[in-house]
T-cell receptor, first 112, second 112 residues
Framework: DVKVTQSSRYLVKRTGEKVFLECVQD?????MFWYRQDPGLGLRLIYF???????EKGDIPEGYSVSREKKERFSLILESASTNQTSMYLC???????????FGDGTRLSIL | GENVEQHPSTLSVQEGDSAVIKCTYS??????FPWYKQELGKRPQLIID?????GEKKDQRIAVTLNKTAKHFSLHITETQPEDSAVYFC???????????FGSGTKLNVKP
């Protein structure tokens, strides 16, 4: 069974801090994704990666960056956290073309 | 890019009744349409999916229909039970780096 693990379930940070959210998958998937989930807005794609060191912007990349140095790990970085980045963040990886995404448990991030 | 609209945003049914959630999409290139169920505090989990070469798919009490001409797909849950209460998300995509676009979600409440 696919396992996608996010490093933290809950995280509280202060405005201006640099924040790292980590995601690890154990199935050698090439494609990984970071979403942000807000009530009434569904899941919005921040960034995705289709290979090591390869990344593409999603629909809401502003204020975020990503890193994929190893195939199994995809990191989301908030360069200078702001209160409007308080949200639930979900990581996902995919098994192949026209296959479902598998999600991690999510990180609920609060920026004070 | 793709645009997915989902209705209704909330749905309340009596136990044993049927529930229908509808989604429309804009990009005719989308070829894969998964449905996810997200219980409170948990990760989204795939419950059923359909590919563009199929019009209908059923799995016990859950069914999905797809009308490619109208760019419309629906989730049908029959004989609803209290444990069906959750937020349901539709998604469309699969053709471009396996990216998906999600609907805004439907909160289903099944009253005992």
């Amino acid at each position: 069974d696919v396992k996608v693990t996010q490093s933290s379930r809950y995280l509280v940070k202060r405005t201006g801090e640099k924040v790292f959210l980590e995601c690890v998958q154990d199935m050698d998937h090439e494609n990984m994704f970071w979403y942000r989930q807000d009530p009434g807005l569904g899941l919005r794609l921040i960034y995705f990666s289709y290979d090591v060191k390869m990344k593409e912007k999603g629909d809401i990349p502003e204020g975020y960056s990503v890193s994929r140095e190893k195939k199994e790990r995809f990191s989301l970085i908030l360069e200078s956290a702001s209160t409007n980045q308080t949200s639930m963040y979900l990581c996902a990886s995919i098994t192949g073309v026209s296959q479902p995404q598998h999600f991690g448990d999510g990180t609920r991030l609060s920026i004070l | 890019g793709e645009n997915v609209e989902q209705h209704p945003s909330t749905l309340s049914v009596q136990e044993g009744d049927s529930a229908v959630i509808k989604c429309t999409y804009s990009d005719s290139a989308s070829n894969y349409f998964p449905w996810y169920k997200q219980e409170l505090g948990k990760r989204p989990q795939l419950i059923i999916d359909i590919r563009s070469n199929v019009g209908e798919k059923k799995d016990q009490r859950i069914a999905v229909t797809l009308n490619k001409t109208a760019k419309h797909f629906s989730l049908h849950i029959t004989e609803t039970q209290p444990e069906d209460s959750a937020v349901y998300f539709c998604a469309a995509g699969g053709y471009n780096f396996n990216k998906f676009y999600f609907g805004s979600g439907t909160k289903l409440n099944v009253k005992p």
